[in-house]
Antibody, heavy 122, light 107 residues
């Protein structure tokens, strides 16, 4: 069974840092891109970053550029998202998703984890 | 950046009725690179459609996608109780952006 399990969320102080993890199973992890998509309370979906199978990263959200870093460890079948300089606007559910590359070079997401919640508050 | 506008914001229908959801792009989406997702309360999104019209594995055939260029449509031919949810479109023709969503609620 294809599965993605996120972890690492929690309650954080403004200005803090956090690393989210997503453990993948049931497919050949090293051959797929992976994305992190977030959803603020009561809001829509926002893709924050994608990493290709070969490790090329693409940040999508201007609000996180320079603060978030996506990475992957194919030996552990795990993708990470490092979040720095957190603000209240980073409060969201963070979903890990398997990213399918299209001929355009961009991605859509065909498998999603259940998400991990990040709350930033003093 | 391609901006996706979904309409209506909320669609109130009864089980058995037909649902028609619209997703309009601010510029042409290359290669019909548009996906649709369903999200139920408290759950992660689920891929329904990619390539504007290709159903994902396990998606019932009452869901269909159509369109090209700047205008795309998701149609649910006959609403089942489990179809009441929020639906998002996403373009991947140029970078990646999501629409704001359409909520399909029980009338």
């Amino acid at each position: 069974e294809v599965q993605l399990v996120e972890s690492g969320g929690g309650l954080m102080q403004p200005g803090g840092s956090l690393r989210l993890s997503c453990a993948a199973s049931g497919f050949t992890f090293s051959t797929y891109g992976m994305s992190w998509v977030r959803q603020a309370p009561g809001k829509g979906l926002e893709c924050v970053s994608t990493i290709s199978d070969s490790g090329t990263t693409t940040p999508y959200a201007d609000s996180v550029k320079g603060r978030y870093t996506i990475s992957r460890d194919n030996s552990r079948n795990t993708v990470y998202l490092q979040l720095n300089s957190l603000t209240a606007e980073d409060t969201a559910i963070y979903y890990c998703a398997r990213a399918r590359v299209a001929g355009t070079g961009s991605y859509y997401m065909d498998v999603w984890g259940k998400g991990t919640t990040v709350t930033v508050s003093s | 950046e391609i901006v996706l506008t979904q309409s209506p914001g909320t669609l109130s229908l009864s089980p058995g009725e037909r649902a028609t959801l619209s997703c309009r792009a601010s510029q042409s989406v290359g290669s019909s690179s548009l996906a649709w997702y369903q999200q139920k309360p408290g759950q992660a999104p689920r891929l329904l459609i990619s390539g504007a019209s290709s159903r994902a594995t396990g998606i019932p055939d009452r869901f269909s996608g159509s369109g090209s260029g700047t205008d795309f449509t998701l149609t649910i031919s006959r609403l089942e109780p489990e179809d009441f949810a929020v639906y998002y479109c996403q373009q991947y023709g140029s970078s990646l952006t999501f629409g704001g969503g359409t909520k399909v609620e029980i009338k």
